[in-house]
């Protein structure tokens, strides 16, 4: 069983930064592709991004590409989530998701959920 624990969220003004980050317990992190997908009110959760198991490939959703970046430290269990020029369409609860094997865009092919973290970008 993995625990996941997503920090670092919080109220930036457009244009600003943020950086998650998602700490990970109870199982072999280095064997787990790590998601980050995010919720706005009244949307569905949605995928942004992707990191597979040794860090090395990355994937990411159209709109944060170029302003969105993850990595990971496998010697740390923590997977992060760098987000520049935040716009307010950003606003959503931040998820960091675990799924053994290849990283995925799907929610339902992940195992393991964190609680979220609230972000919130003003105009």
């Known amino acids: 069983q993995v625990q996941l624990v997503e920090s670092g969220g919080g109220l930036v003004q457009a244009g600003g930064s943020l950086r998650l980050s998602c700490a990970a317990s109870?199982?072999?992190?280095?064997?787990?592709?790590m998601g980050w997908f995010r919720q706005a009110p009244g949307k569905e959760r949605e995928f942004v991004a992707a990191?597979?198991?040794?860090?090395?490939?990355?994937s990411y959703t159209g709109s944060v590409k170029g302003r969105f970046t993850t990595s990971r430290d496998n010697t740390k269990n923590t997977v992060y989530l760098q987000m520049n020029s935040l716009r307010p369409e950003d606003t959503a609860v931040y998820y960091c998701?675990?799924?053994?094997?290849?990283?995925?865009?799907?929610?339902?092919?992940?195992?393991?959920w964190g609680q979220g973290t609230q972000v919130t970008v003003s105009s």
């Open positions: 109870g199982g072999t992190f280095s064997s787990y592709a």
């Open positions: 998701a675990a799924r053994q094997g290849i990283r995925s865009t799907t929610t339902t092919s992940y195992n393991y």
């Open positions: 990191v597979s198991p040794s860090g090395g490939m990355t």
